[in-house]
């Protein structure tokens, strides 16, 4: 062990070259300290013992293992440790860092802090009352045994769903993970705990505010695209593609719902960028996956926070947030084309045409014309 990646490797990179050592692990020195005394405490192994695994190295070893989408045979000889070590640590330290810190990351926000979500996202992508954006992605991994057809999806690959949601900055707000890849399209959102959060509106969003002195009350909403029902609280675009040309304020309406909503699409690129695990099929038990995908949502939101505050640029690959307003699926992660379905109540449709008429007068932006221009 002593002759491996974390005491010979890290530990010249971490004296020597910040850069290349915050490439290698995904995070600055100050913020993988940070998180050994986080998670430290759960993953200790016999201390009293000088051969056995130190926090660090379990800690290095997990973080490489995301970070370079690498087998854990790979990171068995890299590390110098056992296989079966190698597994049981993986599992382990990915099930602390999700348990450690997903009530600091991912605190369910309050009627409060909805409210200060939706004015981040009218300062950054113009949309009012928003309080932050939707999808949902297909993980996909190798078939688990003796599972069977459960997690067999209508691509012809085994996956498990990964519904999120995300604020104005790129940070994941809340997350439903585990649903079955051989899910109904339906079944998906209105199963989940999520889903049914906006369903029955019991997820403490403000009241109804007004966008202009002549709008009325709008209630505060999510960002979907197709794939999600239109509710009071949940926006998705009007239908119409191919020959159907749509009128120009349904246009403006979906290019401008478009623009916050990838938002989410870019909040995927970006954990995928990083922890690139999710660029190839994922070959693990179903424990591990779950595991995995939980620990990388939690360390998104982690880096990116720790990192900001102290005015550190953090990885990001080479994810172009500007120039495209999808994200390419890629490996792991593959968009999920269905999780409701296209009913809706007359209440939805008149909030949606309320910011339709909004979007194409007061708050109406130039940008918005000239993207339709160059259509």
């Known amino acids: 062990m002593v002759h491996g990646h974390y005491h010979c490797l890290t530990s010249e990179l971490q004296l020597t070259n910040s850069e290349q050592y915050q490439n290698f692990i995904r995070m600055s ?50 590390f110098r440790i056992g296989k079966a070590t190698v597994s049981k640590l993986i599992l382990q330290c990915c099930e602390v860092l999700w348990d450690t810190l997903n009530q600091k990351v991912l605190v369910v926000p309050d009627t409060f802090k909805w409210a200060q979500l939706a004015v981040d996202f009218e300062r950054i992508w113009q949309v009012p009352n928003c309080i932050g954006s939707i999808d949902g992605k297909h993980i996909i ?35 439903d993970i585990g649903a079955a890849g051989r899910c109904s399209d339906g079944g998906v959102f209105s199963s989940s705990e999520m889903g049914k959060g906006f369903i029955h509106n019991d997820l403490n969003f403000p009241a109804d505010k007004e966008i202009h002195e002549n709008s009325g009350p709008i209630p505060y909403y999510a960002l979907g695209d197709e794939a999600f029902p239109l509710l009071s609280n949940l926006m998705r675009p009007y239908p ?122 007061e708050g109406a932006t130039l940008f918005q014309y000239e993207r339709l221009i160059n259509l």
């Open 29 to 78: 020195a100050s913020t993988f300290e940070e998180l050994v005394c986080l998670v430290g405490p759960k993953i200790k192994r016999f201390p009293s013992r000088p051969d056995i695994i130190s926090v660090g190295e379990i800690l290095t070893a997990t973080l490489r293992y995301l970070a370079s989408g690498e087998s854990m045979m790979l990171i068995t000889y890299g």
């Open 240 to 361: 119409g593609r191919g020959k159907r040309k749509l009128p120009l304020k349904e246009s403006i309406f979906n290019y401008r719902l478009s623009r916050g909503r990838r938002t989410i699409e870019n909040t995927f690129g970006l954990m995928a960028s990083k922890w690139r695990i999710f660029r190839k099929l994922i070959i693990a038990g179903h424990k591990t996956v779950n595991a995995i995908t939980k620990a990388a949502v939690v360390l998104h939101n982690f880096v990116k926070l720790s990192e900001n505050n102290a005015g550190v640029r953090y990885y990001s690959g080479t994810l172009d947030t500007k120039q495209s307003n999808q994200w390419e699926p890629q490996g792991a992660l593959e968009p999920v084309h269905r999780l409701g379905t296209n009913t809706y109540t007359a209440d939805a449709k008149a909030i949606r045409d309320k910011l339709k008429d909004y979007f194409s007068a």
């Open 141 to 175: 991994h190798q078939a688990f045994a003796n599972s069977g057809s459960e997690h067999y999806n209508y691509k012809g690959s085994h996956s498990f769903i990964l519904l999120a949601m995300c604020d104005a900055n790129y940070n994941f707000t809340l997350v």
